[in-house]
Every structure is written in structure tokens, then in C-alpha cells.
């Protein structure tokens, strides 16, 4: 079993930072990527970044330049730097990843989600 626990959301005003982390734990035989996502309520879940075991990094236009995704190998955790923080980032933001098991095939995992909200 592979758990994801996600933290550090929460209310912060508008220009605002906030940091979350997501610790991966379990039965984990290769990461791929690690990655947020997010949701927006009557919204679909998108993608916020990403985080390939090359250390490639992807961001969703909406984000550029503010958000910065980085992970501690070591701990296999995820980050997710948010700074200059807008009402429009108010989601629940998930992580996700991405591995492959010892037979070669593709798994994927998500945490529960942790509430991020920009007051303006």
C-alpha cells in the first residue's frame, strides 16, 4: 500500500506564500513523477506541476514564475512553493504520483486533498 499525506494549506491573504508538502510512503518501487493538481469548486481538476525523476519540471500557465515544485529524495516528498497567491488559486490541491511497480507496470496515487484559500 502507498499512502500520500498532504500539508499545509490554509487561508492566507492575497500576495501571500504558503508552502505544501506531500510525504509518500509505502510500498514504492520507482517514482516517475510527482505532481499537484488542483480543483476549483464547479471546476475540473488541473494540473499545477510537475516533477519528473529526471527533475523536468512542468507548470501550468496560471502559475509560472510564482509556484516552484521541488522534492527531498531522501524523504520522498513533494513541495509545492506558492507565493504572490491569488483568489483564483482558492482550490483544494492534491498530489499525485506516478510510479512504476517491480513487474514494470504503472501505478498512479493521489492524497485527499488539502484547502488552499487566497482571501482578497
Known amino acids: 500500500q502507498v499512502q500520500l499525506v498532504e500539508s499545509g494549506g490554509g487561508l492566507v491573504q492575497a500576495g501571500g506564500p504558503l508552502r505544501l508538502s506531500c510525504a509518500a510512503s509505502?510500498?514504492?518501487?520507482?517514482?516517475?513523477?510527482m505532481a499537484w493538481y488542483r480543483q476549483a469548486p464547479g471546476k475540473p481538476r488541473e494540473m499545477v506541476a510537475t516533477?519528473?525523476?529526471?527533475?523536468?519540471?512542468n507548470y501550468a500557465d496560471s502559475v509560472k514564475g510564482r509556484f516552484t515544485i521541488s522534492r527531498d529524495n531522501a524523504k520522498n516528498t513533494v513541495y509545492l512553493q506558492m507565493n504572490s497567491l491569488k483568489p483564483e488559486d482558492t482550490a483544494v490541491y492534491y498530489c499525485?504520483?506516478?510510479?512504476?511497480?517491480?513487474?514494470?507496470?504503472?501505478?498512479?496515487?493521489w492524497g485527499q486533498g488539502t484547502q488552499v484559500t487566497v482571501s482578497s
Open positions: 499525485n504520483l506516478a510510479t512504476t511497480t517491480e513487474w514494470g507496470t504503472s501505478r498512479y496515487y
Open positions: 516533477l519528473t525523476s529526471t527533475g523536468s519540471t
Open positions: 509505502g510500498s514504492i518501487f520507482a517514482i516517475n513523477a
